[in-house]
Every structure is written in structure tokens, then in C-alpha cells.
């Protein structure tokens, strides 16, 4: 046997393997990348349930054309220096746009700030095309089409064509939460349009975007949360007891502003809700934790949410904390002295 070293395309479909699982994942590092680039405009386009069309068009700081190169290279990011402790978007690996081009046809178009043209560059199965001049408005569009074309295997798992498009509208939705004074639009070739306007990056503001996002009535039906403990501090929304659900698919957290999925979250709105709610029932909530980057591990897997808090008992504590206070305040629980 003789050791080789694979070929850039092996290990970016390698790599895809890992973080492009289908074509939400292709829309959430699309659309992270254009809330990093400090859009206020995020337009996803998909059809095909975004296996033969999902295009993000952002009017964000753009891409300078000798840098289209470098966008869809390998390990290449603008994002991050040389510390992995100080995490301050949401991408940091530089994985998302070769990975996609190893395994589908992809388009970035960029016109960067200050630039009078735009410019144009193509990867098709692993295979980059030369930067060509095109006609664009500032901010950035990418556009993958034939997704896993490269890697039928993986076309197999997809699953109907709905299933694929309710999940990027998910995708859509989780991110808006976060970022309020960002109109998002989604449309498709099915009934998936969403139309998000841009509302306050305050309290009301947020307050607006939850009511687009996850229903008025839930909006009507909530208790505020602003709390603090020890630099950490939570924000949001929660629900009142009598507005619960059969699953826990409504309960929406992020981290600095990444939205994640946790157990010890999960777990600590169990346990705020543990004496006005049955087992089998579930709060809705929308909960921002803010905390200084170095106190957290957002570096756990590529496509999955997992966070690592270096605190988990701080975080919790504050949860249930708040909640039970905001429940307590509104005379929905009893209040007690013990902690949980
Ligand atoms: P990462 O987001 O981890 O840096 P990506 O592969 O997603 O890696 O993107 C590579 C680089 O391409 C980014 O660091 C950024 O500089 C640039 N880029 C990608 N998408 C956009 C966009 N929509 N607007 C501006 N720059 C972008
Ligand atoms: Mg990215």
C-alpha cells in the first residue's frame, strides 16, 4: 500500500460530508455568512425543495475580487485571527463554500463595498472557474444548484422535496430571531414564501420579529426576560403557562447571537416550568444568552448546534432563576425561596 495525500476535492467533499448534510445546512452557512458580511437584506430563493436552486442574495460588504479565489479555497476565512477563544461570528472555519463546491455547481457574485463592477466566481464538482467580470448591485449572491450532483450517494437520504423546503424556511426563521433589523425574505417554487421586515433592534423591535416569526398569539402570550449573573445575561421571551405545546420544537435559544441547541437549555426551561406545566407539555420561549466569548465553546461540530458553557451551573441557575421570577411576578407560580 502507498500513502497518498487526497486531492483538494476529495477532502472538500469529505468535509462536505460533514457539514452540508442537505440543503438547510447549505442555507444556513449561506445566510450566516451574509449576517456576517453586515447585511440588512437577506433574500434566500429555492426550488426543488433548494436541491436544484437555493440562492442567498444579501446587500452586505461584499467580496474583493482578488479575494473570490481565497472565498471558495479551503481553511480560508476573513473571520478569525489566531484565536479560536475569541469567536465574535458565525462562521470561523472557512469550510462552508468549498465544501458546497466540491458537491454541487456553485456561483459567488460579489460586488464589495466601493467597487464600481462586480465579479464572478465558479466551482462545479470541486473545479474552479476563472474570476469573470458580470454585471451585479453591491452586496453578495450565491447560487448553488444540483446539490450533491457530485455525490449521488448522499442524494439518496434527501427526503421530499416539502420536508427539505420546511427545513430551510426553519433555518430562515431560527436566524431572523436573532437578527431583527435584518429583512429576510424566502421564496420558492412551492408555497415557502416568508416575507420578514426589518423592525427596531430593541426590546418592542424584538418583540415584532417574534410576533412574524413564531405567531401573534404567541407574542400576546408571553412574559419578558431581562436578567443578569455574573456578566451573563439573559434576554427574551417565554410563555405563560396556559400556552404550551405537545413538543419542544418551539423553544428557540442563542448564544451570542448563534442559535443553538442544547440540552442544559432544553433542560433548564424544564425545570423553571416544572411545577404550572404537566411533563407531556412545553413552553415556547425565544431566550438570548450574552456572555463573554472565552466562557463558551461554540467550536463543538461543524453543522451541529452544540455549545460548551465553561459554567454550565451559572447558565442554568440564571434560567430558571428568571423564568420563575417573570412566572412568579405575573402571579402564575407561587413564590418560593428555594433555588431550583
Ligand atoms: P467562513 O464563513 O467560516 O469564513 P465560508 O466558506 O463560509 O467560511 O466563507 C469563506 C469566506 O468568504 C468568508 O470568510 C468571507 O470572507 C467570504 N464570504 C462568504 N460569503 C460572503 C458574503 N455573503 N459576503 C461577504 N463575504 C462572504
Ligand atoms: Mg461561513
Redesign the pocket.
Known amino acids: 500500500m502507498t500513502i497518498r495525500q487526497l486531492t483538494d476535492t476529495i477532502i472538500n467533499q469529505i468535509a462536505a460530508g460533514e457539514v452540508i448534510e442537505r440543503p438547510a445546512s447549505v442555507a444556513k452557512?449561506?445566510v450566516?455568512?451574509?449576517l456576517?458580511?453586515g447585511?440588512t437584506r437577506v433574500e434566500v430563493a429555492t426550488a426543488g425543495g433548494g436541491l436544484s436552486l437555493l440562492r442567498?442574495t444579501?446587500n452586505?460588504?461584499?467580496?474583493p475580487a482578488d479575494?473570490l479565489p481565497l472565498?471558495v479555497s479551503r481553511h480560508?476565512?476573513?473571520?478569525l485571527s489566531d484565536d479560536i477563544h475569541d469567536i465574535r461570528?458565525l462562521?470561523?472555519?472557512?469550510?462552508?463554500?468549498?465544501s458546497i463546491g466540491s458537491v454541487a455547481r456553485l456561483a459567488?457574485r460579489?460586488r464589495p463595498d466601493g467597487a464600481d463592477s462586480a465579479v464572478e466566481i465558479g466551482v462545479e464538482g470541486g473545479r474552479v472557474s476563472p474570476v469573470r467580470p458580470v454585471a451585479a448591485n453591491r452586496g453578495?449572491t450565491?447560487e448553488v444548484r444540483d446539490l450533491f450532483f457530485a455525490t449521488p450517494a448522499r442524494l439518496k437520504f434527501m427526503k421530499s422535496e416539502r420536508a427539505e423546503t420546511s427545513a430551510i424556511t426553519e433555518v430562515v426563521k431560527r436566524m431572523a430571531l436573532a437578527f431583527p433589523a435584518v429583512r429576510f425574505a424566502l421564496s420558492g417554487t412551492d408555497r415557502s414564501t416568508l416575507e420578514l421586515p426589518a423592525v427596531p433592534a430593541d426590546g418592542e423591535g424584538l418583540l415584532r420579529r417574534i410576533a412574524q416569526v413564531m405567531g401573534s398569539e404567541f407574542a400576546a402570550n408571553t412574559l419578558a426576560i431581562d436578567a443578569e449573573r455574573e456578566g451573563v445575561s439573559l434576554t427574551g421571551h417565554v410563555s405563560i403557562p396556559s400556552f404550551s405545546r405537545g413538543n419542544a420544537m418551539q423553544q428557540y435559544f442563542y448564544v451570542n447571537g448563534r442559535p443553538v441547541r442544547d440540552k442544559l437549555l432544553a433542560g433548564a426551561v424544564r425545570g423553571a416550568y416544572m411545577d404550572v406545566l404537566p411533563r407531556d407539555r412545553h413552553a415556547v420561549v425565544a431566550l438570548f444568552i450574552a456572555l463573554d466569548p472565552a466562557l463558551v465553546d461554540v467550536n463543538v461540530h461543524p453543522a451541529k448546534a452544540d455549545v460548551r458553557f465553561r459554567d454550565p451551573g451559572l447558565v442554568r441557575g440564571l434560567i430558571v432563576g428568571a423564568i420563575r421570577h417573570a412566572l412568579e411576578m405575573s402571579g402564575m407560580r407561587a413564590s418560593t425561596s428555594g433555588a431550583d
Do not use: H, M, Q, W
Not at 76 to 79: A, L, P
Open positions: 452557512e449561506l450566516e455568512n451574509a456576517d458580511a447585511a442567498v444579501d452586505g460588504g461584499g467580496i479575494e472565498a480560508c476565512t476573513s473571520k461570528s462562521g470561523f472555519r472557512g469550510e462552508a463554500l468549498p459567488v460579489s453578495t450565491v
